[in-house]
């Protein structure tokens, strides 16, 4: 009696085993659905993901990209579950759905606080300070860019949401605002204020440099995260650190050929090779993937101001931040070096 148990228990786990292996094997064997959005920065390192071959050279063969023409729109695609994974959330967008009870999990920081405050050169404003009552323009209204340009102009000039005017859009179109005159001033990246070249800019200061005035602290604030389904993660785990390596080794090597990014951005994006190069000499600033203990000790403190400013309701689950399939890039990439 005691032997057929045992070999009731054996074949028992037997079988659990093979549906665990069954169930990766399902999850592995659809198309890993990546979205992100085109309108913005986020465009370089998804057009070199789809052009190259990293994915594929880090073990994810089947996978189909999913554009999205709105900042927002790749929270909203993964709770809709019309994507698995993105490597451009704003952080502001992930908190809010993950505290909504959308099942994503966050496993990376993917986009620095890369934002430069400018006005016109012939401007009378000369700091941020002066902007009360003014046009400011920027990413729209729930994006990371406005809901931390919110807070530490609270915190590090009294503003409230009623003493300026957010003009909403997208880098093309905020330099274009700027331009024409109809904003006192934009939050832009370095990279869009390098391009401009038919206006002359005065430099109002960064989003970096006032985060770490209001929290008095040094560490790099972000705008944007990877996340991903919450059921990819824990069915695939290794897809998803397979991910971040491929996102990685497409960052390194954008750094390392900057030529062959501006290439890509001309014929991908239709963008003008000056536009393109400048793009490419301001690569390391826009793209990274970190996942570090500070990293997400920051990410909290984020979303603990932006709720305690009202901007987003909710708690995030205790277990949103997932730092395995980091931690498994990282012995993958050490694996990899000569």
């Known amino acids: 009696m005691l032997r057929f148990k045992r070999?009731?228990?054996?074949?028992?786990?037997a079988a659990a085993v093979s549906l665990v292996a069954l169930t990766a094997q399902v999850a592995h064997?659809?198309?890993?659905?990546?979205?992100?959005?085109?309108?913005?920065?986020?465009?370089?390192l998804g057009a070199v993901l789809e052009t190259g071959d990293f994915l594929k050279k880090?073990?994810?063969?089947?996978?189909?990209?999913?554009?999205?023409?709105?900042i927002n729109a790749p929270a909203s695609g993964l709770a809709a579950n019309v994507i698995d994974i993105s490597f451009s959330v704003p952080a502001a967008s992930a908190f809010s759905i993950a505290a909504s009870g959308v099942p994503v999990k966050i496993f990376g920081a993917t986009a620095p606080a890369d934002v430069t405050f400018v006005t016109p050169a012939t401007s009378t404003v000369t700091s941020l300070g002066a902007l009360r009552g003014k046009k400011i323009g920027m990413s729209p209204a729930g994006s990371s860019v406005a809901l931390m340009t919110a807070a530490v102009m609270h915190a590090n000039y009294g503003f409230t949401a009623a003493d300026y005017s957010l003009v909403p859009g997208n880098e093309a179109r905020l330099a274009q605002f700027l331009m024409q005159q109809q904003v006192d001033a934009a939050a832009l990246r370095s990279v869009t204020v390098a391009q401009l070249t038919e206006v002359k800019t005065r430099r109002l200061g960064t989003l970096v440099d006032e985060w770490h005035k209001?929290?008095?602290?040094?560490?790099?604030?972000?705008?944007?995260?990877?996340a991903a389904r919450t059921e990819l993660i824990q069915q695939d785990p290794q897809t998803v650190a397979k991910f971040?390596?491929?996102?990685?080794?497409?960052?390194?090597?954008g750094s390392a050929h900057p030529d062959q990014v501006a290439a890509t951005l001309q014929k991908v994006a239709n963008l003008p090779a000056g536009d393109a190069q400048v793009y490419a000499a301001h690569w390391a600033e826009l793209n990274t993937?970190?996942?570090?203990?500070?990293?997400?000790?920051?990410?909290k403190r984020e979303q603990q101001i932006f709720a305690a400013s009202g901007a987003i309701k909710g708690t995030l689950p205790p277990d949103v931040f997932v730092s395995g399939p980091y931690d498994a890039a990282k012995k993958i990439l050490a694996s990899q070096k000569p």
């Open 7 to 13: 070999r009731v228990a054996h074949r028992l786990m």
């Open 29 to 44: 064997a659809a198309p890993l659905r990546i979205g992100y959005w085109t309108s913005g920065v986020s465009l370089g």
């Open 58 to 70: 880090a073990g994810i063969d089947d996978v189909r990209f999913v554009h999205f023409s709105e």
């Open 214 to 226: 209001m929290t008095k602290s040094d560490a790099m604030p972000y705008l944007g995260v990877g």
């Open 244 to 253: 971040i390596v491929a996102i990685h080794n497409a960052i390194a090597w």
């Open 289 to 299: 993937v970190s996942f570090e203990p500070t990293d997400i000790d920051t990410l």
